[in-house]
């Protein structure tokens, strides 16, 4: 099992931070996920790929940076 970090930009309050970690628990493959509103990053735990971690972000209205 892996872990990936993503660093989000978008998120400026708790609903944002909600929304993107469901977003990412609802890909295949995620175990655990934990979203940091303060640093900015969301850390995801599981076999799940980074593109389509970047891609379940986006399509919640958020950007992720490389």
Do not use: F, P, W
Not at 14 to 42: I, T, Y
Request: hydrophobic share 40%; with cysteine.
């Amino acid at each position: 099992m892996s872990q990936t970090i993503l660093k989000i930009e978008g998120m400026t309050c708790n609903h944002c931070k909600m929304r993107a970690e469901k977003a990412l628990q609802g890909v295949s493959g995620v175990e655990s996920v934990n979203v940091d509103l303060a640093n900015k990053e969301a850390i995801v735990t599981g076999d799940a790929e980074r593109a389509d971690l970047v891609k379940a972000v986006v399509n919640a209205g958020y950007s992720v940076k490389d």
